[in-house]
Each structure stands twice: as structure tokens, then as C-alpha cells.
């Protein structure tokens, strides 16, 4: 399954905002209102942050938002703080006979 | 609290194959999906298939279809995915998530399991 496509690695200093882009196709994150957004730190499992491309789950600081237009998906991440330094997968649902699920391959957030 | 505990790292042989478990707690085991995922070396994340642990119907991912079973045991509220004919390439941390029940998304994983297979 070819994977989404996001930034390798995207810095900034605290207090800043930053925008991770997903680019997907037209039958992954172009045909569903399906991506999530997930935070891995280091040595420890992925945790969700951002369901149904704008959603938070409660617990998730609003400093998190998600969008989408057309093929690709974004989370924006507001006054970056240190703890924010972590890796960010977005996923979206396919739903095809091959794989029902497909995620990025990773971005590295570094805070300066 | 909804937790997901998998077992431990395992190291196998070529051609071998590996069973990695992951006990849940904290709610109804039979009540949603659980998902597998891997993640090999500074790779992405990568769906593997996943059990509805209400009767044990299972999708598996075309790349993993020969290699791969899925099951649970619902008494000990315990799911289980084994993959055979290890390759050096299968090295990887091994995921279960909770599926959460509507739109298509992860609300709870697992620690990881490590899965080295030496070349």
C-alpha cells in the first residue's frame, strides 16, 4: 500500500504554530472526511489526537487542529510547547479489498 | 481505564513464526474491532488486518493474507496475531489498537511488541 506523504521533519520555536501537510489521492483522503492524526513519542505508543479530520478527542489540547482540502490533510499545532516534540502520523480510511487503512510515514517535530 | 498490554519482545529465526498477544481491560472486549499495525526501523506505520472479537470474522491486508491469522480468546479478553515464514524485513514493532466503534479511527493502542528476525 503506498503510503501518505508528509514532511520528514518540521521545527519551530515555542510559541510558534506549525502545519503538518498529509498529501493522500482521490480514494484515501480525497474520498473520505476519515483522517486521524496520531502522536508518538519516543519509546511509547501512538496516541490519538485528531479524529475525523477536525475532532479532538476530549483530554487533546485545542492547541491541536485538523483540516483537509481536496488530497490532503493538515494539523496545525498552535503555541508549540516542548512536550509537542514528537513524531506525527496522519491515517486515513481506504476501505479497498487490499487494505482498509493507510498511514503516513511520520514527521519529526522538533521544538528549537 | 481502557488499557491494551501486549507481550513481549521476541527474537526468531527466518522461516519461524511469532504469536504476540494483547490483553484488554477496561471495557466490553466483544464490543469493537481490535487492529493490528506494525512499524519497522525509521518506517512508517503500516496496517496489518484486524478481528472483530464477536465471532472472529477478520480482514487481513492483501500484502500479509498468507502469512498472517488473527484470532482472540474471549474468556481472557485477549486477542492474538501470529505471523509465519518470518523474513528479516517482518523486524518491527507489532501494535494492536482498539478500533473506536464508529468513523474509522484508533482510540486506544498497545505498548508495541519488538519483533527482531536477525538476517
Known amino acids: 500500500q503506498s503510503a501518505l506523504t508528509q514532511p520528514a521533519s518540521v521545527s519551530g520555536s515555542p510559541g510558534q504554530s506549525i502545519t503538518i501537510s498529509c498529501t493522500g489521492t482521490?480514494?484515501?483522503?480525497?474520498?473520505?472526511?476519515?483522517v486521524s492524526w496520531y502522536q508518538q513519542h519516543p519509546g511509547k505508543a501512538p496516541q490519538l489526537i485528531i479524529y475525523?479530520?477536525?475532532k479532538r478527542p476530549s483530554g487533546v489540547s485545542n492547541r491541536f487542529s485538523g483540516s483537509k482540502s481536496g488530497n490532503t490533510a493538515a494539523l496545525t499545532i498552535s503555541g508549540l510547547q516542548a512536550e509537542d516534540e514528537a513524531d506525527y502520523y496522519c491515517?486515513?480510511?481506504?476501505?479497498?479489498?487490499?487494505?482498509?487503512?493507510?498511514f503516513g510515514a511520520g514527521t519529526k517535530v522538533t521544538v528549537l | 481505564q481502557v488499557q491494551l498490554v501486549q507481550s513481549g519482545a521476541e527474537v526468531k529465526k527466518p522461516g519461524a513464526s511469532v504469536k504476540v498477544s494483547c490483553k484488554a481491560s477496561?471495557?466490553?472486549?466483544?464490543?469493537?474491532?481490535i487492529h493490528w499495525m506494525r512499524q519497522a526501523p525509521g518506517q512508517g506505520l503500516e496496517w496489518m488486518g484486524w478481528?472483530?472479537?464477536?465471532?472472529?470474522?477478520?480482514k487481513y491486508a492483501q500484502k500479509f493474507q498468507d502469512r498472517v491469522t488473527m484470532t482472540t480468546d474471549t474468556s481472557i479478553a485477549t486477542a492474538y496475531m501470529e505471523l509465519s515464514r518470518l523474513r528479516s524485513d517482518d523486524t518491527a514493532i507489532y501494535y494492536c489498537?482498539?478500533?473506536?466503534?464508529?468513523?474509522?479511527?484508533?482510540?486506544?493502542w498497545g505498548q508495541g511488541t519488538l519483533v527482531t528476525v536477525p538476517s
Open positions: 478481528i472483530n472479537p464477536n465471532g472472529g470474522g477478520t
Open positions: 482521490s480514494s484515501d483522503v480525497g474520498n473520505y472526511n476519515l
Open positions: 477496561g471495557y466490553t472486549f466483544t464490543g469493537t474491532y
Open positions: 475525523e479530520v477536525t
Open positions: 491515517c486515513s480510511y481506504v476501505g479497498s479489498e487490499a487494505f482498509d487503512y493507510v
Open positions: 489498537a482498539k478500533y473506536s466503534g464508529f468513523d474509522y479511527f484508533f482510540d486506544r
